[in-house]
């Protein structure tokens, strides 16, 4: 399941998880956005238990996006241990993106 993250839930559920989170960075106007949706979805289900996975609308939280230097959509980061340790810009069909997490989460 995709979990929304919002300025008030983050810090909780993303930079306190004991877990790696991938966190879709998107915005509901982006056509790139709206093809990797489905692919996140599906991602979060393939890697239920060791990986969570939320979206953050950067239209509603513009902070959160400034914070992490967010300046293309959509960018997916890797957080780990509270901190980012990969990122990605762009469309990316599934097999790349659990390369991506398996690369860079420990």
């Known amino acids: 399941m995709v979990t929304p993250y919002t300025n008030a839930t983050f ?3 993303v930079l306190a998880s004991p877990r790696p989170v991938l966190v879709d960075f998107s915005a509901t106007w982006c056509p ?3 093809m990797l949706a489905p692919v996140i979805d599906r991602l979060a289900q393939d890697l239920t ?3 969570a996975v939320g979206a953050v609308d950067v239209d509603r939280e513009p902070e959160l996006a400034a914070a992490y230097g967010i300046t293309a959509l959509p960018t997916v ?3 780990q241990g509270g ?3 990969g990122r990605l810009t762009g ?3 599934l097999p790349e993106l659990k390369r991506f997490v398996q690369a860079h989460a420990a």
Request: aromatic share 12%; charged share 10%; glycine share 6%.
């Open 91 to 93: 469309f990316h069909a």
């Open 83 to 85: 901190q980012p340790v």
């Open 49 to 51: 238990g060791s990986l």
């Open 77 to 79: 980061v890797l957080f």
């Open 11 to 13: 810090a909780s559920d």
């Open 32 to 34: 790139p956005c709206r």
